[in-house]
């Protein structure tokens, strides 16, 4: 399961062709801090994230359903 993440997370993290990506430079690195929140640009969510992110809510949301009607199904089962 792990190769398979991690074979998705390649593919989207591969840049277009003919993009060159700008060395980091490490030397600060022990001495980095993230800056204040509030100083933050807020995120910015694709459309196609966006809508996973209803896909994964209603999962979520049928599963705790389910977890509900089971509970409730056990608490009838003990009455009768």
Known sequence: MS???HSVLVML???KRGEVEEPIDRSL???WQ???LAQLAPG???????????????????G???VLV??????MAGKA
């Open 13 to 15: 993290s591969i840049r």
């Open 3 to 5: 190769r398979i993440a």
């Open 70 to 75: 089971r509970i409730a199904q056990l608490a």
């Open 64 to 66: 705790a359903g389910l």
């Open 44 to 62: 910015r969510l694709s459309l196609s994230n966006k809508i996973w992110m209803a896909v994964l809510r209603a999962y979520l949301v049928l």
């Open 34 to 36: 993230m800056p204040p």
């Open 29 to 31: 690195q022990d001495t």
